[in-house]
């Protein structure tokens, strides 16, 4: 499932289209659309624009043109960029494997290339003039002071961090991987954790992004085998416990995770 370094290759693959004028785009599955914009809005609000940036907030990819018009889209579970035939992330992983293209939700046609968002599942979406005073900060820069807003609240501290209005880019492997790192457990309220705790939660959290973003995904993380395993702590060698925290299934070490 694609997460923040996921939906960051993503964009930097789509960015060589930047300077490009679109020439069409298409939306074979409206349903995509959400009922936010139709596709033929969609088209006029894009076509014969030119792509001036490809940004990205959080897990929702930004594509802004010289029209004042900014195209957002969010990939959820299973949605992928195909650019110009190539795919960033052949291998995602708990995705779907490559070579799929048979689901094309959106095609944007430029004069640099064309840009693919296939999506077997249907979970993401395409937005347009997204509104983005709902996510949170981004993860890759996050500081304890934007933590520390984040974490006001009584539900689970993992539930918190994946919550895309308090911290905007995390997803199940890189909150759990972040949390084993910091040492802290994930179940603990988020409200409870001392200025110290923050503090290394927030450096733990950016470390732990620019490194897995350097390895080359989410699921490059140091628990990650022992994760698919369902085995010990790399650390201390306690058997990891499994639960499900924030709707997701959580893996942490009962010993090391305060
Ligand atoms: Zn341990």
Redesign the pocket.
């Known amino acids: 499932m694609p997460e923040l370094l996921e939906v960051e290759a993503y964009r930097r693959a789509t960015a060589v289209v930047v300077g490009g004028v679109i020439t069409a785009v298409q939306c074979p599955d409206p349903r995509f659309l959400r009922r936010t914009v139709d596709a033929a809005e969609l088209s006029a609000a894009l076509a014969d624009a030119a792509v001036v940036a490809v940004e990205r907030r959080g897990k929702v990819m930004l594509v802004c043109t010289d029209a004042g018009h900014t195209l957002g889209v969010r990939f959820a579970m299973t949605g992928r960029v195909i650019v110009d035939g190539h795919e960033p992330i052949p291998e995602l992983k708990y995705g779907p494997r490559g070579g799929d293209t048979a689901s094309p939700r959106f095609i944007m046609s430029t004069t640099a290339g064309t840009v693919t968002v296939v999506d077997p599942r249907r979970l993401g979406s395409l937005h347009l003039d997204p509104d983005l005073t709902q996510l949170g900060p981004d993860a890759s820069t996050l500081s304890v002071a934007e933590l520390r807003s984040a974490l006001e609240c009584r539900r689970p501290l993992k539930a918190a961090l994946l919550d895309q209005g308090r911290v905007a880019g995390l997803g199940n492997l890189l909150a759990d991987e972040s949390l084993w790192r910091a040492r802290l457990a994930p179940g603990r309220p988020a409200l409870d954790l001392d200025m110290d705790e923050e503090r290394r939660l927030a450096r733990t959290i950016v470390a732990t992004v620019a490194q897995l973003g350097r390895r080359g995904g989410s699921h490059t993380g140091d628990l990650q085998a022992a994760r698919d395993a369902r085995g010990a702590?790399?650390?201390?060698?306690?058997p990891l416990q499994v639960a499900r925290i924030g709707g997701r299934t959580t893996l942490w070490?009962p010993?090391?995770?305060r």
């Open positions: 702590c790399p650390r201390c060698g306690t070490c010993v090391e995770q």
